[in-house]
């Protein structure tokens, strides 16, 4: 994670792995990376990510090779030939989609009603908690990363304040609305038959 913060010697070990297939300690042993794929992520060139996530907000395809060239060049700036020569293949992602996004919250808001389940609860977002926490969980410097903190803050910390008041009670399912204030939580009603 980061590759471009790790220090000088960091790159000199990934140089012997990925030129030479394997790593040798100072005792002597061998590890060998025959069927190891390495993955690193950097950060270098995300300014150009940002401006065309900016600048293209209505067509993801607008400008993306552009985009995709200016942060290459920035990589061969910023890292050594002899270690760039060495990578099979580097991959430019897209800034995510608002309804990409929405999956992330709603990936987030299903591991929550996991956790729900020893207690027979369940949460429910309606539409526009949805969009709420989508357009508020989201940072284009960080990604989705602020909506778990999000998520804690503004829908777990509340839950369980709820729960200790009894206002919310095992068993029952919680919807989550928002309004021009944040989140709103209630009780679904139970249809009774009669």
Do not use: C
């Amino acid at each position: 994670d980061e590759i471009e913060k790790a220090h000088p010697d960091v790159f000199n070990t990934l140089l012997q792995v990925l030129d030479e297939g394997h790593l040798t300690d100072s005792k002597g042993r061998r590890v060998d990376f025959k069927n190891t794929v390495i993955i690193m992520t950097s950060n270098v060139g995300s300014n150009y990510i940002l401006d065309y996530q900016l600048k293209s907000a209505d067509n993801a395809d607008a400008g993306y090779e552009e985009m995709k060239e200016k942060v290459l060049e920035t990589l061969r700036q910023s890292f050594r030939p002899e270690f760039l020569n060495r990578i099979d293949e580097t991959v430019v992602f897209h800034a995510l989609t608002a309804d990409q996004l929405k999956h992330i919250v709603d990936i987030q808001l299903m591991y929550l009603n996991r956790r729900l389940v020893t207690r027979k609860m369940e949460i429910k977002a309606k539409e526009e908690a949805r969009d709420w926490l989508a357009k508020n969980g989201y940072d284009p410097v960080y990604g989705a990363r602020p909506l778990k903190r999000l998520i804690q803050k503004d829908i777990e910390n509340p839950l369980a304040k709820y729960i200790l008041e009894g206002e919310f009670l095992d068993g029952d399912t919680i919807i989550i609305d928002a309004d021009e204030e944040g989140l709103v939580f209630e009780k679904e009603e139970k249809l009774v038959s009669v």
